[in-house]
């Protein structure tokens, strides 16, 4: 999760990269080298439930004015869903590109309720979704 929005950054150049951008994929290739103990660790002694944040900025990108949208999933003290990408079309407001991401983590969140069921994975409340508007 530490390198999700530079991979997202990175991956708009996969096309035609500098070598700007290889030596950002180098930094992130030593960072990753440096941090072999960090990973998704899921504690015993946590309470079970699915927590949800988001967030986007708005006409980031530079280029073409598209926000860039992300959001992550916690079960108890737990990571263990995160995306971060650029929206699909040009958001008019700040409060129409949290609208948009707010969407899709709310399919993303309706997928892992439907997951956790399978799994009979029970939760001891009902999942939260937190956007910062």
Known sequence: PDIAFVTQQLSQFLTSPTQVHYDTACRVVKYLKGSPGRGLFFSRTSKLQLLGFTDANWAGCLDTRRSTSG????????????????????????????????????????????LLKDLRVSCVKPPVLYCDN
């Not at 079309?89 to 129409?96: H, L, V």
């Open 71 to 114: 959001y992550c999933f916690f079960l108890g003290s737990s990571l263990i869903s995160w995306r971060a990408k650029k929206q699909h079309t040009i958001a008019r407001s700040s409060s129409e590109a949290e609208y948009r991401v707010l969407s899709f983590a709310a399919c993303e969140l309706q997928w892992l309720a439907y």
